[in-house]
């Protein structure tokens, strides 16, 4: 089977059972930057990423690092094929890096 393409029939996608938080990064919360970070995994059958690409980030260079810290921690429910087994599926996500700035008074 091509790894690069889905195949078959999913009865369910992938879902996300744990997405650790990353760590901001110091420099984007020394200048207030909130950003994101979009990847394309290949989640094997138990769940885990098996291999990742990235694919766009905003701004670009300042996510990406800590986004790939934590992947190895992320799980989820594997995809099902037709016949409800567990199968690996690519998933393109999207995370949102933000964090809320309050005037300093």
Known sequence: RDRN??????SREARPVYLKKPNYPPKALQKQIGGFVRLRMLINRNGKI?????????PEGLFEDAIEKVLG???FDAALDANGKPIESWKEYKSSVR?????KI
């Open 73 to 75: 921690q992320w799980t």
């Open 99 to 103: 964090k809320i700035f309050k005037p």
């Open 5 to 10: 393409s889905a195949s078959g029939t999913l």
């Open 50 to 58: 098996e291999e990742y690409e990235i694919l766009s980030a905003q």
